[in-house]
């Protein structure tokens, strides 16, 4: 089985940074896709940032310039890197991979979340 296990999260004051990770482990024979997404109390699940597996990038409009996602292939992990947070980041930060964990299939994985506060 494969568990994803993200850290990271905390109270930051407004202009501040955080850096969230979030490391794959089980069966794991390739990790193709890796993201962040978030959702606010009462908002929907929202993609902040993906990349893939040859490091190409894709940020939604709101973080651009400020948010920042890498990924580590040898150790099955994905890294948000937040600087310049504002009040309006707050939500609970969920990471996803796709993952090979079958030789014929592809699977999306969550992580269980880590809850990101910006306030003075």
């Known amino acids: 089985q494969v568990q994803l296990v993200e850290s990271g999260g905390g109270l930051v004051q407004p202009g501040g940074s955080l850096r969230l990770s979030c490391a794959a482990s089980?069966?794991?024979?390739?990790?193709?896709?890796m993201g962040w997404y978030r959702q606010a109390p009462g908002k929907q699940r929202e993609l902040v940032a993906h990349?893939?597996?040859?490091?190409?990038?894709t940020y939604a409009e709101f973080v651009k310039g400020r948010f920042t996602i890498s990924r580590s292939n040898a150790e099955n992990t994905v890294y948000l890197q937040m600087n310049s947070l504002k009040p309006e980041d707050t939500a609970a930060y969920y990471c996803s991979m796709s993952i090979s964990d079958t030789w014929f299939s592809v699977s999306d994985f969550w992580g269980q979340g880590t809850q990101v506060t910006v306030s003075s």
């Open positions: 089980g069966r794991i024979i390739s990790i193709r896709t």
């Open positions: 990349i893939t597996g040859s490091g190409s990038t």
